[in-house]
C-alpha cells in the first residue's frame, strides 16, 4: 500500500514563498515520476510540475514557470515543491502525486497513488 502525504500549505501574502512537501511511504518510489497538482472549488484538477526519477527530466506549467521549483531526495522518499513570488491566483489545495512510469506526464490520469492535499491560500 502506497500513501502519499502532503504538508507546508498555509496562508500567507502575495508575493511570499512556501515549500510543499511530499512523504512517500509503503514503497519505494526512486524509479517513479513524482508530480504536484492543484485544484480549486468546481474546477478540474490542474498539472502544476512534474520530475522524472532522477530528476533529470522535469514539466511545469506555463503559469508556474520560473517561480516554481519541484525537486526531490529519493533517499528520503520525499518530493518538494517550493513556490516563489505567490500570486492570489495560486490559492488552490495542492496534491502530489506518483505515477508508475519513469516518464513524465502532465496528466492527472497518468497519475497512480495521490496524497490528501494540502491548502495554499494567497492573499492579496
Known amino acids: 500500500q502506497v500513501r502519499l502525504v502532503d504538508t507546508g500549505g498555509g496562508l500567507v501574502q502575495a508575493g511570499d514563498s512556501l515549500k510543499l512537501s511530499c512523504a512517500v511511504s509503503?514503497?519505494?518510489?526512486?524509479?517513479?515520476?513524482m508530480g504536484w497538482f492543484r485544484q480549486t472549488p468546481g474546477t478540474q484538477r490542474e498539472f502544476v510540475a512534474a520530475?522524472?526519477?532522477?530528476?533529470?527530466?522535469?514539466a511545469y506549467a506555463d503559469s508556474v514557470k520560473g517561480r516554481f521549483t519541484i525537486s526531490r531526495d529519493n533517499a528520503k522518499n520525499t518530493v518538494y515543491l517550493q513556490m516563489n513570488s505567490l500570486k492570489s491566483e495560486d490559492t488552490a489545495v495542492y496534491y502530489c502525486?506518483?505515477?508508475?512510469?519513469?516518464?513524465?506526464?502532465?496528466?492527472?490520469?497518468?497519475?497512480?497513488?495521490w496524497g490528501q492535499g494540502t491548502q495554499v491560500t494567497v492573499s492579496s
Open positions: 502525486a506518483a505515477r508508475v512510469s519513469s516518464s513524465v506526464s502532465t496528466y492527472s490520469s497518468g497519475y497512480a497513488y
Open positions: 509503503g514503497r519505494t518510489l526512486s524509479s517513479s515520476t
Open positions: 520530475i522524472s526519477w532522477s530528476g533529470g527530466n522535469g
